[in-house]
Nanobody, 119 residues
């Protein structure tokens, strides 16, 4: 089992910045891909950014150049640095740990943290 705890959400004005953190209960980054997802009211959950066990990162087009995913292996923590925030970034943001091993898939989710971008 893996527990994920997000923090860092809040209310920010358009153009502002926030950094989300996701603390894992144990050292899993060498075998799990980590990701940030978000879900806005009335919309499906969407993938925002991911970082593989080897450190390769990717992000959805709508946040490229504004959001950066990173991790600190010593702290078992994944971050999402969000800059130039827009009202359409408003959503609940979830941390995910994903692994496929011997034909089985393992997915763990945090409880989510609310991000609201509004003036």
């Amino acid at each position: 089992q893996v527990q994920l705890v997000e923090s860092g959400g809040g209310l920010v004005q358009p153009g502002g910045s926030l950094r989300l953190s996701c603390a894992a209960s144990r050292n899993i980054f060498s075998i799990y891909a980590m990701g940030w997802y978000r879900q806005a009211p009335g919309k499906q959950r969407e993938k925002v950014a991911t970082i593989t066990s080897s450190g390769r990162t990717n992000s959805t087009d709508s946040v490229k150049g504004r959001f950066t995913i990173s991790r600190d292996n010593a702290k078992n923590t994944v971050y999402l640095q969000m800059n130039s925030l827009k009202p359409e970034d408003t959503a609940v943001y979830y941390c995910n740990a994903h692994r496929t091993f011997l034909g089985s898939t393992y997915d763990y989710w945090g409880q989510g943290t609310q991000v609201t971008v509004s003036s």
